[in-house]
């Protein structure tokens, strides 16, 4: 069976395709988001629901001043709460998909 992944920003590792999207779309320093992820794993298993979500600031060693919450949904659906970026640069999601790590970084003014 195919795994549908909703529109978002997708990502690829060698056993896992991601998608994540956040709310709002545009990420402002120091405004709280939200962020919707869909996980499939690529030989069409179930994805491990142990899935963790961080972000960092590579440039400065450091993480967010504030832990996500992670609420599963089910069918590879992760709903999470927390998020906020305290200051502009560039930014790197970690996404802990079961063995998986995938990222992705984005410029925050
Ligand atoms: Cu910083």
Redo the contacts with the bound molecule.
């Keep these: 069976m195919a795994c549908e992944l909703p529109p978002g920003v997708r990502i690829e590792s060698e056993r896992v395709s991601i998608s994540y999207s956040t709310v709002p779309a545009k990420i402002v320093v120091g405004q709280p988001f939200v962020l919707e992820l869909a996980a499939c794993a690529k030989q069409g298993a179930p994805v491990a629901d142990g899935v963790k979500m961080d972000a960092h600031?590579p440039?400065?060693r450091?993480g967010m001043n504030y832990r996500t919450k992670v609420v599963p949904q089910g069918a590879g659906r992760f709903h999470s709460e927390g998020w906020l970026f305290?200051?502009p640069?560039r930014w790197e999601f970690i996404f802990d998909v079961g063995a998986e790590r995938l990222t992705h970084s984005v410029r925050v003014e």
């Design positions: 600031m440039e400065h450091h305290h200051m640069g």
